[in-house]
């Protein structure tokens, strides 16, 4: 009658685990079970284990209900997934779905130790369209929230807006007494030429020790580039109008 189906346990070991970036495969074993047949696949990861971390999830699709992934990990080192890339001890979820043509994505991790950072992230793609609804950073006390949309055709046209609250850029670079509460504003395009417009807003900052407010306004078109700044830092003033 035409009908199939593969099932059963599956284990694989990889003693050559390495970054992408070296032409490895950062992981070192997998094991679960498999369950195809002629139009559904359910795939269900007992345990992933990377060079540093493991991970865990399931796989399914149907022709009828499209693509669903859902991830759990715990204890992964980014630098161990790509040579450049931080030492991390990430812990999160990921969740992807596939259905009718868009794409979603919703995932959360945090750096369990050293940096105090975090991310929250939805998103999703549909006809060639790129939405982040969630974008929210958070370093130590402090937090940015991020919101846009990025065609990825075409001129590839930019929509991007944010604000952040109580950053600490110590928290990177120690010994910089920073504080950012503001606002920021992007919008162009990224293919060749370049052209777009940035505007940012800081109110009740610190840098340096220093308080500090102001706003700017960046532009870049046809090669040329304008900026209109004024910054306030107690009695000094810092103006800056110009192009180059």
């Known amino acids: 009658d035409g009908q199939w189906s593969v099932s059963g346990p599956f284990a694989v070991e990889n003693s050559l685990a390495g970054p992408v970036d070296t032409n490895r495969v950062p992981l070192r074993s997998l094991r679960g079970s498999l369950d195809w047949g002629n139009d559904t696949l ?34 992964i080192d980014a630098s161990t997934l790509h040579s450049n890339a931080v030492t991390t001890n990430a812990t999160g979820q990921v969740t992807y779905t596939l259905i009718k043509g868009e794409q979603r994505f919703d995932g959360s991790a945090r750096n369990a130790t050293g940096l105090p950072l975090s991310a929250d992230v939805v998103a999703s793609i549909r006809n060639q369209v790129l939405e982040l609804s969630t974008g929210r950073l958070r370093l130590g006390a402090g937090r940015a929230d991020l919101r846009g949309r990025l065609e990825l055709g075409g001129t590839q046209a930019l929509q991007l807006s944010g604000q952040f609250a109580d950053l600490d850029l110590s928290q990177l670079v120690r ?12 919008e162009g395009r990224l293919q060749a030429p370049l052209n777009g417009q940035g505007r940012f807003t800081l109110a009740d900052s610190r840098i340096a020790g220093r308080p500090i407010t102001g706003r700017g306004s960046l532009n870049i078109a046809d090669r040329r580039f304008d900026a209109d700044i004024e910054l306030r830092s107690g009695d000094a003033r810092l103006t800056a109008l110009g192009g180059l």
């Open 42 to 75: 359910a795939l269900d990861i007992d345990r992933a284990e990377g060079v540093r971390g493991t991970a865990r999830g399931t796989l399914t699709w149907s022709t009828a209900s499209g693509l669903a992934v859902q991830a759990q990990f715990n204890g």
């Open 175 to 186: 010994g910089i007494d920073t504080r950012l509460n503001g606002t920021l504003e992007v």
